[in-house]
């Protein structure tokens, strides 16, 4: 069974870094996209940036464009994302999830998404 483990939050001042990373273990024969996710208690989880399997295409929230980079590395079998520049508003639980499709263009939906990880916590202060 497919099963992503995120690692990599923790604390960090306003303008600076971290970088998460999914680890998916399991067959992932039919699954083509990993997507990160936040949480932040009282709102609704939003799509931050998702992947497509060959790592060749990617896609990114407008809060997330030109500050995250999402990545595959194929060796290490895990999805990373580099978050660079980041402010309060970035404080959240981060989650891993995979899904077997997509509709590119439209904003990231999380039923799109059917299997998750437990979320990593990442803490911004100013």
């Known amino acids: 069974q497919v099963q992503p483990v995120e690692s990599g939050g923790g604390s960090v001042q306003a303008g600076g870094s971290l970088r998460l990373s999914c680890a998916v273990t399991?067959?992932?024969?039919?699954?083509?996209?990993f997507g990160w996710f936040r949480q932040t208690p009282g709102r609704a989880r939003e799509g931050v940036a998702v992947?497509?399997?060959?790592?060749?295409?990617?896609y990114y929230a407008d809060s997330a464009q030109g500050r995250f980079t999402i990545s595959r590395d194929h060796t290490k079998r895990t999805v990373d994302l580099q978050m660079n520049r980041l402010n309060a508003e970035d404080t959240g639980r981060y989650y891993c999830?995979?899904?077997?499709?997509?509709?590119?263009?439209?904003?990231?939906?999380?039923?799109?998404?059917?299997?998750w990880g437990r979320g990593t916590q990442v803490t911004v202060s100013s």
């Open positions: 992947i497509e399997k060959s790592g060749d295409t990617s």
């Open positions: 399991g067959n992932t024969y039919g699954y083509n996209y």
């Open positions: 999830a995979v899904a077997r499709y997509i509709t590119q263009g439209r904003e990231l939906q999380e039923s799109w998404f059917s299997l």
